[in-house]
């Protein structure tokens, strides 16, 4: 019979496996539960997101059970596949290249499969860079959002912080190591100087925490050529947003200016401006005209 909860009761009379969701060491290999090592050693088969690092992994804790793929690019067809696997009896472990699987990474579709089909699945918790990150950051922890990667196009990225100028709880991103200066920039511009912290290379050798306002941090990165993978905390709003001044709204709109090209117009440009940094549409436009 199925429990509340709409998962198969464990021992009951169902005859499907279980599929198990594996957090794994996002750096350090020491980051690993011994409940994980367990499962993974007595499972039928382990799916991976890329089964060349997760060999790794599991030649270090001796573990030979079977590894298949399953990422993006195949993830809804290889999920059929897994799931009729479960159906007959097997276990199946999933893992992605590191953390918790479904954190911007691969899993979504396989564990909703697994869920409408009466599967039963089990967490086997562990290591997750955004909770590792928010946990040293020094920014309230009681609240926060986390919103995955930053879109990689400018002003698609201002767009969505320009969203969240009002927002409180403490934002959480992922932000790829060549895009994160461009990022900084535009957190200052459409944020204000709010406290960030830039936490990279976590529980590796050069893990490394940079802490401060935007701007001071942006100046510190000099130009911005950093490895490894980064998770960007940044403040939320505790108070009235900072005055832009005259002088970066002129640069903003020569940004802007420069992005769109020619086919707009000052009124479109003031408006685009206002309702980015919520400074008067009739003070953008005067600037335009008398700058």
Request: aromatic content about 4%; some cysteine; hydrophobic content about 40%.
């Amino acid at each position: 019979m199925e429990n509340p909860f709409g998962q198969p009761e464990e021992g009951g009379p169902e005859t499907a496996g279980t599929l198990y969701v594996v957090a794994t060491p996002i750096g350090n290999l020491e980051d690993i539960t011994l409940r994980a090592i367990r499962i993974l050693k007595e499972v039928r088969l382990i799916a991976a997101e890329d089964t060349r690092r997760t060999r790794i992994l599991l030649d270090q804790y001796e573990i030979s059970t079977p590894l298949t793929s399953l990422y993006d690019q195949n993830e809804a067809k290889k999920s059929g596949l897994l799931i009729a696997r479960l159906l007959k009896g097997e276990d199946v472990a999933y893992v992605s290249d590191a953390g918790t699987p479904g954190i911007s990474d691969p899993g979504y579709i396989l564990v909703r499969e697994a869920v409408s089909r009466g599967i039963r699945v089990a967490p086997i918790p562990g290591a997750s860079a955004l909770i590792a990150a928010l946990s040293v950051s020094g920014l309230p922890m009681d609240r926060f959002v986390f919103l995955g990667f930053l879109p990689s196009k400018a002003m698609q990225r201002r767009q969505l912080l320009t969203s969240l100028r009002e927002e409180e709880r403490t934002l959480i991103f992922y932000e790829s190591p060549h895009r994160l200066l461009a990022s900084l920039k535009d957190i200052a511009a459409v944020l204000g100087d709010r406290e960030v912290v830039v936490s990279r290379e976590m529980t590796k050798v050069h893990e490394e925490f940079l802490r401060g306002p935007a701007g001071v941090v942006t100046a510190g990165m000099g130009n911005g050529a950093v490895k490894g993978e980064v998770t960007l905390i940044v403040a939320g709003r505790t108070g009235e947003i900072p005055e832009c001044s005259d002088a970066e709204l002129i640069r903003r709109c020569g940004q802007l200016r420069r992005e769109a090209g020619e086919g707009l117009s000052r009124r479109d440009m003031a408006d685009r401006i206002a309702q980015e940094t919520g400074v008067s549409r009739r003070r953008i436009y005067r600037l335009l005209i008398f700058p």
